[in-house]
């Protein structure tokens, strides 16, 4: 049965992905209508939960086992972080707590879920249905950040040149998005999940305190740099010290999964080295062909092109003085 539910949830997983995947590639618009459609929807989800805890408040119901001292410092938090979100879900919370009690939360495996079966009646079956929908945007959303991601970085020559090209009529990236399609149904293969989450976390957290400290770095070294957005240096601080504290804690507490998801990370090193850090006419003669050839290929397959990268004004404004 066990196998059964396993193959059934995988191939869901490969249809939506590569639903999502094809939508993103055929239009950008349609990525857009789908990811606001999704998250209108679970806005509206988040708010009737609201307003049935809401409700319950008023009726005399109090809030079970919990404790707000908190409330101190959120109005710091609010104001740095986004205020819309920060209290849609602090109110969300409030409103599970005035429905349910502080067992229930933790046996529940969708708390969201537990609330609708208590409170809507015949109606509970819109939670779960606002649930896989907003998992749906959730997966949109990543898609196209991750997408534009190996799109930008290759145009700055961190990746292949095959993956900064971009349809000549829909201006989406389509071998980006086949791109990051491919990898995800890779990490398919993966049976458990949690393992994976694991391998994933610990490597994230890791590059992102990296490219933090070394914005940090560059700001003392190069500080006449152009900065589109400059923040004052407490917070990019702060953030390196959380995602040393998110790296240290899976490292002491699952050391080889931990190192296993460094070593899948450093895999690339190689890869980079051979195919983009090394000048062309360096490189291996078969890493030479297969940069020759897969973006010719690509080209003609998906109907792409390069782009030119964008020019920097200042140099714009040299370049018409002369």
């Known amino acids: 049965m066990d196998t059964l539910a396993l193959e059934r949830d995988t191939s869901l997983s490969l249809l939506i992905k590569c639903t999502l995947t094809f939508i993103n590639c055929t239009y950008v618009k349609w990525g857009t209508l789908v990811q606001?459609?999704?998250?209108?929807?679970?806005?509206?989800?988040?708010?009737?939960?609201i307003s049935v805890g809401l409700v319950k408040i008023s009726q005399g119901d109090s809030l079970r086992y919990v404790t707000f001292s908190f409330l101190k410092n959120l109005p710091l938090a609010i104001a740095i972080s986004m205020p819309i979100v920060a209290i849609i879900y602090l109110l969300t919370n409030v409103a599970y707590y005035a429905v349910l009690d502080m067992p229930s939360v933790l046996a529940s495996d969708a708390v969201a879920v537990t609330f609708g079966n208590e409170v809507l009646g015949y109606a509970k079956w819109i939670i779960p249905i606002s649930v896989a929908m907003s998992c749906y945007g959730g997966l949109n959303s990543l898609i196209i950040a991750a997408s534009r991601l190996f799109y930008v970085g290759t145009r700055e020559g961190h990746l292949p040149d095959s993956l900064s090209l971009i349809h000549v009529e829909r201006f989406t990236p389509v071998p980006a998005l086949l791109f990051n399609g491919f990898m995800a149904l890779v990490y398919l293969c993966v049976e458990d999940v949690f393992l994976l989450i694991n391998y994933y976390s610990f490597s994230y957290w890791l590059f992102m305190g990296l490219s933090i400290a070394g914005l940090i770095y560059l700001r003392f070294t190069q500080p006449d740099r152009p900065r589109p957005i400059k923040l004052i240096l407490i917070f990019p601080v702060i953030y390196c010290i959380c995602s040393l504290f998110?790296?240290?804690?899976?490292?002491?507490?699952?050391?080889?999964?931990?190192?296993?998801?460094?070593g899948i990370a450093?895999?690339?090193?190689?890869?980079?080295?051979?195919?983009?850090y090394l000048p062309a006419e360096k490189r291996p003669r078969t890493i030479r062909c297969i940069g020759e050839t897969v973006p010719r290929y690509t080209q003609i397959l998906c109907k792409c092109c390069l782009t030119?990268?964008?020019?920097d004004p200042e140099k714009l404004r040299e370049n018409t003085a002369k």
């Open 36 to 49: 606001d459609l999704f998250t209108y929807t679970k806005l509206l989800a988040l708010i009737m939960i």
């Open 246 to 262: 998110l790296v240290l804690v899976p490292l002491y507490g699952d050391t080889i999964n931990s190192l296993i998801g460094v």
């Open 266 to 276: 450093l895999s690339g090193v190689p890869a980079y080295f051979l195919g983009v």
């Open 308 to 311: 030119e990268l964008d020019i």
